[in-house]
T-cell receptor, first 117, second 115 residues
Framework: GAGVSQTPSNKVTEKGKYVELRCDPI?????LYWYRQSLGQGPEFLIY????????DSGLPNDRFFAVRPEGSVSTLKIQRTERGDSAVYLC???????????????FGSGTRLTVV | AQKITQTQPGMFVQEKEAVTLDCTYD???????LFWYKQPSSGEMIFLIY??????QNATEGRYSLNFQKARKSANLVISASQLGDSAMYFC????????????FGTGTKLQVIP
């Protein structure tokens, strides 16, 4: 697609429930990143994929968080047993370094606002 | 230690004036990249400008320029001729190493442009 698409745009869930957040990157972008942004803070790295594999998952806060990218395109961030502290905007970005410096930046999606009540 | 430090939580600038947003960084990797992103109230993150650690000249992109002082580890963003639409949060960020590595963001500066 033309941009990075994230669905849903908003998700309200009850504490303890399971949620899935979806990211559809720019076509052809091999790198895909998940970030989490809490209110008033900068984005915080969670995980990045190079193709189908997770190249760096050091930012996942605990084992309730998991992400997959089975075909090297769409990715799903999965959160089990949600807690109120998981409430944040979850941002997805994709990247390609095929061309010049302007392409060294990520293209972000609009994010999914997750609220755990 | 913080990898990216933005010491200005908020800034005001008069329309049509220039403004500098401060950013210092900390890394021992000789290869790194520095970025600035804009986040309007709508929430999307917009890539503005990039500076590589080996670049000899400061990056420029339209009204945006990056004042890169390597020895001081600073990468300030200069916005010339501010416009009302520049009101937003601005984040400085760094990628250590080359390629696709993760980017670390600062806490941001909220810029408000006054008519």
């Amino acid at each position: 697609g033309a941009g990075v698409s994230q669905t849903p745009s908003n998700k309200v869930t009850e504490k303890g429930k399971y949620v899935e957040l979806r990211c559809d990157p720019i076509s052809g972008h091999t790198a895909l990143y998940w970030y989490r942004q809490s209110l008033g803070q900068g984005p915080e790295f969670l995980i990045y994929f190079q193709g189908t594999g997770a190249a760096d998952d050091s930012g996942l806060p605990n084992d309730r968080f998991f992400a997959v990218r089975p075909e090297g395109s769409v990715s799903t961030l999965k959160i089990q047993r949600t807690e109120r502290g998981d409430s944040a905007v979850y941002l997805c970005a994709s990247s390609s370094f095929d061309r010049g410096p302007m392409d060294y930046g990520y293209t972000f999606g609009s994010g999914t606002r997750l609220t755990v009540v | 230690a913080q990898k990216i430090t933005q010491t200005q939580p908020g800034m005001f600038v008069q329309e049509k004036e220039a403004v500098t947003l401060d950013c210092t960084y900390d890394t021992s990797d000789p290869s790194y990249g520095l970025f600035w992103y804009k986040q309007p109230s709508s929430g999307e993150m917009i890539f503005l400008i990039y500076q590589g650690s080996y670049d000899q000249q400061n990056a420029t992109e339209g009204r945006y320029s990056l004042n890169f002082q390597k020895a001081r580890k600073s990468a300030n963003l200069v916005i010339s001729a501010s416009q009302l639409g520049d009101s937003a949060m601005y984040f400085c960020a760094m990628r250590e190493g080359g390629g696709y590595q993760k980017v670390t963001f600062g806490t941001g500066t909220k810029l408000q442009v006054i008519p």
